[in-house]
């Protein structure tokens, strides 16, 4: 429990960093052709840095509450035929499996 905690603030203190520092990152990384050419014509990188850090973020936190399993399946349960975020993955893969057959 105090691990997960842990990790989960690191993920976060690291997504702060990302978006307090973009112009660190961006001078030391180098920019990003795709963020550039499709976010705007200047500081598409900078956003995107700023995107990443805010989804690293919300990750972080996630981890650290013990949510990121409930969100997980609540996000992408339709693509394993999962219809209840509370049911447990395992026995709602082999009721899948079970229905293939």
Known sequence: MILRILLGLVIVA???IFVWKTAWFQQNVGSIAWAEEKMA?????????KLIGILLMIIGILVATDLYRTAFI???GWL???KNPQEDVY????RGFR???
């Open 91 to 94: 026995t709602s893969l082999i």
């Open 74 to 76: 609540s996000l992408f």
């Open 99 to 101: 229905r293939l057959s």
């Open 80 to 82: 394993f035929g999962i």
């Open 41 to 49: 014509s200047m500081g598409g990188s900078r956003l995107m840095y």
């Open 14 to 16: 690291v997504g702060f």
